[in-house]
């Protein structure tokens, strides 16, 4: 152990060094995000070459430009028990917590669309949807309700959202239930 530093102190990461293009590009399209104007951008690559570094560099850059830019982090877990919809389950966690009554309002039209995404009271208890014959909501149907509340969330502030899949088993993100 280093002389000075006590056991398990935070040492801060290692500068960003040779990806300062690829930054400037991420934190234009989420400026352009803040003026309406929606982006996605992805980050792929090999494991070991800074993807994770370059995602915090970008969130430390955009809480020090415009603090009415929210980030969200979330993350696949690669394991065993991985419920549907695991990814956007944190999501809009982290949404519904952060503007409880923004998120409240706006997931209030899809009812127990948004059950699978979200169980508990926070889910939409709004108009009822109901089920697709065979008693369950279809994905498409929930994948729609998913992308309307982000929608609406976005239109009244906007957000960037980090996530990180598991490390070479690469999936869509609408289907990350067994990633």
């Given amino acids: 152990m280093a002389p000075g530093l006590a056991l398990f102190e935070s040492v801060p990461p290692p500068p960003l060094t040779g990806r300062e293009r690829e930054l400037r590009r991420l934190v234009a399209a989420t400026a352009g995000a803040a003026t309406g104007r929606g982006h996605l951008a992805c980050v792929f690559g090999s494991s070991g070459l800074g993807k994770s570094h370059l995602m915090m560099e970008l969130v430390q850059r955009l809480q020090s430009i415009d603090e009415g830019i929210e980030t969200i982090r979330s993350s696949c877990f690669c394991g065993e028990g991985v419920p549907p919809y695991w990814l956007w389950t944190q999501v809009l966690r982290?949404?519904?917590?952060?503007?409880?009554?923004?998120?409240?309002?706006?997931?209030?039209?899809?009812?127990?669309?948004?059950?699978?995404?979200?169980?508990?009271?926070?889910?939409?208890?709004?108009?009822?949807?109901?089920?697709?014959?065979?008693?369950?909501?279809?994905?498409?149907?929930?994948?729609?309700?998913?992308?309307?509340?982000?929608?609406?969330?976005a239109a009244q502030r906007p957000w960037c959202c980090c996530w990180r899949t598991c490390t070479g088993r690469m999936r869509p993100l609408w289907t990350c239930s067994d990633c």
């Fill in 94 to 153: 982290r949404l519904s917590a952060a503007r409880p009554e923004a998120f409240e309002a706006a997931a209030a039209p899809f009812g127990s669309l948004l059950v699978p995404l979200l169980p508990g009271p926070q889910a939409g208890t709004g108009a009822e949807t109901g089920p697709d014959p065979g008693g369950s909501p279809s994905p498409f149907r929930i994948h729609d309700a998913l992308c309307e509340v982000l929608l609406s969330l």
